[in-house]
């Protein structure tokens, strides 16, 4: 399998303002053989909890960084940054704040760097 060294997955979950579920998932995107998608749940009335999906890890001791970002009104804002191997859960909180919806909808931008752990 050949992996990138970066890649950016991007999602707008729409109308989750005011929706009545919880929990939200992106389409499923193959990028170079890797099956992943974004996934969130608003754990309370103040948190959300972002994570990116993968069902296909490649056999490989790489380990990434992944940085999430919002867009909002005004730009894009960075709300957490995971980093570990490529197996370890690339999940993150951020606080749920009303600039974070555009008309209602939230886009969350997933950016995805792989690198080789120096021992």
């Known amino acids: 399998m050949n992996l990138p060294e970066k890649f950016m997955l991007s999602h707008t979950f729409r109308n989750v303002q005011h929706s009545n579920r919880n ?11 890797i099956e992943c998608c974004l996934l969130c ?28 970002k919002i867009r909002t009104e005004n ?6 940054t ?6 370890d859960s690339a ?6 704040d009303p600039k974070y919806y555009v008309d209602g909808n939230l ?7 792989f690198y080789e752990k120096c021992e």
């Not at 995971?82 to 197996?87: Q, V």
């Open 23 to 33: 929990t939200f998932c992106g389409p499923r995107e193959t990028i170079n053989g």
């Open 75 to 80: 730009g894009v804002e960075t709300v957490g």
């Open 41 to 68: 749940h608003k754990t309370n009335e103040s948190e959300w909890q972002c994570c990116l999906g993968s069902s296909n890890y490649p056999p490989s001791p790489l380990h990434w960084k992944v940085e999430y």
């Open 107 to 113: 886009t969350i931008e997933c950016h995805v760097e």
């Open 82 to 87: 995971t980093d570990g191997t490529i197996r």
């Open 91 to 96: 999940k993150i909180t951020f606080r749920d």
